[in-house]
């Protein structure tokens, strides 16, 4: 695909980059310049292919294993990233999962994956980016900020979602989480980005869109009416991380078609 060259020679981390969204983000940014550092945390060969497809036009990745969720692994793949790269400019925390539960059979487990995946898994990576954000600085020329973090949210972040407490409060807390980090690494010239998507076509949510009955039933909470694509993040991502939205820092851009509208009001109350 022919795009314009807004991240190039910066180098990104994108976390779960061997499925959906993940995988949509690194290939735009891949397609805009930057060297990416695939992490997977089962399906290496998922990673590989993600790693051959950016290859195949022109760009430069690898994929490197590590549970976002463990301290020392988290940071083995970091000091990857710097061996390959020799520093980050763009980290992008979007490994997430689900784990739906009644509140009242909820198990700890199930809690605990959850908070510990999409909250401590984002905690745990953007402490390692930022540490470098700010030993390294600006590097002139390459991109008016010091470092770029997004942190992937989602509606849910504002929607409560009845069946799903752990995930809507990992996704609650990523939205303070993030904001405190904008507030105290600006200083230093480092921004720091929510992503909400609404409903992506992708497989943590294959029950929803795999029928054409979950899909119609689907489509009545998304005004625009089609579902999104990974496509869709990856481009928002890529224009996040670029010197154009250098002004951008410690909110949420939601893109969702819609679902954060209120659809249920709009023939009713
Ligand atoms: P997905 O299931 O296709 O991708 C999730 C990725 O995270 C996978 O690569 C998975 O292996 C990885 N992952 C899970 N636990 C991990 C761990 N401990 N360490 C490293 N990687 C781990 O699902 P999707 O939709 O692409 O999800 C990506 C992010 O987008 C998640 O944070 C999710 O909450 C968020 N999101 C998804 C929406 C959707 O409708 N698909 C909407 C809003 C947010
Ligand atoms: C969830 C998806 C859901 C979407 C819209 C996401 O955060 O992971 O399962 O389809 O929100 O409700």
Redesign the pocket.
Known sequence: MESIQTLKGQSALV?????????GVAIALANAGASVLI?????HD?AQEVVNEIKTTGGTAFASH?????EEEVQAMFAEMYKQYGTIDILVN?????KDSRFVDMTLDQWNTVI???LT?QFLCSREAAKEFIRRGVVEGRSKAAGKIIC?????EVIPWAGHVN?AAS?GGISMFMKSIAQELAPHKIRVVGI??????????KSAWDTPEELAKLLTLIPYNRI?E?ED?GKLAAWLVSDEADYITGTTIFIDGGMTLYPGFADNG
């Open positions: 976390t779960g980059a061997d499925s959906g969204i993940g995988k992490n997977y945390v089962h399906n998922a590590a549970d976002v969720s463990k979007n490994a997430g999962l689900q510990s995946t999409n898994g992937m949210s989602s509606v849910h995930y996704k909400g998507p609404g409903a992506i076509k992708t497989p943590i949510n999104g990974p993040i």
